[in-house]
């Protein structure tokens, strides 16, 4: 029994941890390799999508490292309603040098692969949703993203340079945001000219890793508003310490039936 528990834990917590770099990475600020999970949401990003208020799109993180390895590379689907964001992804689909095949088999054996995030700055909260082990867990938004929605943040655009990124001529700028509260963040943003300015690709740099994200085969119809709410029916968990005790309460029980 023990040697049962001791690699699921392990891996439990492996999943912790791409759950964090995933959540973090959504917007591209908070991409920690090894850091904790986090919500993973940046009020003011939305300022990057400018006009465009609804779309929905597939999307890639990619994390190399200063010899442009790849340490990660995660597909996922993703859609915007009115501020509200959506992201989808199968950690079982993630590669790189972090993408480790036998985890990766048993998160999909503890039902943990699938994440969907739901981000509701209406509500200033996200919803984490795990549908293979049917649970949520509910965070909320910390104070200074709510403040960044309130009074949103400025933008100031440099060109760099042009590229054509699939099969789209874009702008290449270096764009600083700034908070009410004086944070400045800078990213790489390529904006695609036939697409109304669309953020096609964002890049940041972090520890040395540089971090990409990418959108593929956009669409400007509106998604559903169900996509944009949590599921009914789930065990709801208030916190992701209350969740972690769930799953490894829930592994323990599995462990004791065999």
Same mark, same amino acid.
């Given at each position: 029994?023990?040697?049962?528990?001791? *690699?699921?834990?392990? +891996?439990?917590?492996?999943?912790?941890?791409?759950?964090?770099?995933?959540?973090?990475?959504? $917007?591209?600020?908070?991409?920690? $390799?090894?850091?904790?999970?986090?919500?993973?949401?940046?009020?003011?990003? !939305?300022?990057?999508?400018?006009?465009? /208020?609804?779309?929905?799109?597939?999307?890639? !993180?990619? +994390?190399?490292?200063?010899? %442009?390895?790849?340490?990660? +590379?995660?597909?996922?689907?993703?859609?915007?309603?009115?501020?509200?964001?959506?992201?989808? $992804?199968?950690?079982?689909?993630?590669?790189?040098?972090?993408? =480790?095949?036998?985890?990766?088999?048993?998160?999909?054996?503890? &039902?943990?692969?699938?994440? $969907?995030?739901?981000?509701?700055?209406?509500? &200033?909260?996200?919803?984490? +949703?795990?549908?293979?082990?049917?649970?949520?867990?509910?965070?909320?938004?910390?104070?200074?993203?709510?403040?960044?929605?309130?009074? *949103?943040?400025? !933008?100031?655009?440099? /060109?760099?340079?042009?590229?054509?990124?699939?099969?789209?001529?874009? #702008?290449?700028? %270096?764009?600083?945001?700034?908070?009410?509260?004086?944070?400045?963040?800078?990213?790489?943003?390529?904006?695609?000219?036939?697409? =109304?300015?669309?953020?096609? %690709?964002?890049?940041? @740099?972090?520890? &040395?890793? @540089?971090? @990409?994200?990418?959108?593929?085969?956009?669409?400007? @119809?509106?998604? &559903?508003?169900?996509?944009?709410?949590? *599921?009914?029916?789930?065990?709801?968990?208030?916190?992701?310490?209350?969740?972690?005790?769930?799953?490894? #309460?829930?592994?323990? #029980?599995?462990?004791?039936?065999?």
């Amino acid at each position: 029994m023990i040697r049962t528990k001791r *690699p699921r834990a392990k +891996v439990l917590a492996f999943g912790f941890w791409v759950l964090g770099l995933w959540c973090g990475s959504l $917007v591209l600020l908070q991409a920690q $390799v090894g850091g904790p999970p986090r919500a993973g949401f940046d009020a003011a990003l !939305l300022q990057l999508f400018g006009a465009h /208020k609804a779309f929905s799109a597939q999307g890639e !993180l990619r +994390v190399v490292d200063a010899q %442009q390895q790849e340490k990660v +590379v995660l597909p996922m689907e993703f859609a915007m309603r009115d501020g509200k964001f959506r992201t989808e $992804v199968d950690l079982t689909r993630m590669r790189g040098s972090q993408a =480790n095949p036998e985890q990766m088999a048993m998160l999909k054996q503890m &039902g943990m692969e699938r994440i $969907v995030s739901i981000t509701r700055p209406d509500t &200033g909260s996200m919803h984490l +949703v795990f549908p293979s082990v049917r649970a949520t867990v509910k965070l909320e938004m910390p104070p200074e993203d709510r403040a960044a929605l309130e009074k *949103p943040a400025t !933008l100031e655009r440099k /060109k760099v340079g042009e590229e054509t990124l699939d099969g789209h001529r874009c #702008q290449k700028e %270096q764009v600083t945001l700034t908070t009410a509260q004086g944070r400045k963040t800078e990213v790489t943003v390529w904006t695609a000219s036939d697409l =109304n300015g669309f953020p096609l %690709q964002i890049q940041t @740099t972090e520890k &040395g890793d @540089t971090v @990409t994200f990418r959108y593929r085969n956009v669409k400007f @119809t509106t998604p &559903g508003q169900e996509l944009f709410e949590p *599921p009914t029916g789930y065990t709801a968990y208030s916190s992701m310490e209350a969740f972690t005790a769930g799953m490894m #309460q829930r592994l323990m #029980q599995e462990s004791t039936r065999r």
